[in-house]
Nanobody, 116 residues
């Protein structure tokens, strides 16, 4: 019912910035209880990066606090992740998630590679 498409990934040098966008279709982000960005590096489990609720409450992993910012754009119907001061450890596939009626929905992911 909810479709998610991530974009904005790419190759960037350490210290650089990227902005990821999660385009949401078939449902307004205002009606989705919670959305977030997750990432998975090779050989590691998927981990939460940042989440945002319908009430605009945000939560961040300790490893990205002060560097990443999650936000919602009601007009574009997207959930964005601004990533600054990127580190090689941030290299991973980044996935968008939407929780609808307690059920998770996932996008296909976008690759972020940070070189040293």
């Amino acid at each position: 019912q909810v479709q998610l498409v991530e974009s904005g990934g790419g190759l960037v040098q350490a210290g650089g910035s990227l902005r990821l966008a999660c385009a949401v279709s078939r449902r307004s982000i205002s009606s989705i209880n919670a959305m977030g960005w997750y990432r998975q590096a090779p050989g590691k489990q998927r981990e939460m990066v940042a989440t945002i609720t319908s009430g605009a409450r945000t939560n961040y992993a300790d490893s990205v606090k002060g560097r990443f910012t999650i936000s919602r754009d009601a007009f574009k119907n997207t959930v964005d992740l601004q990533m600054n001061s990127l580190k090689p450890e941030d290299t991973a596939v980044y996935y968008c998630n939407a929780e609808v009626y307690g059920n998770p929905n996932w996008g296909q992911g976008t690759q972020v590679t940070v070189s040293s």
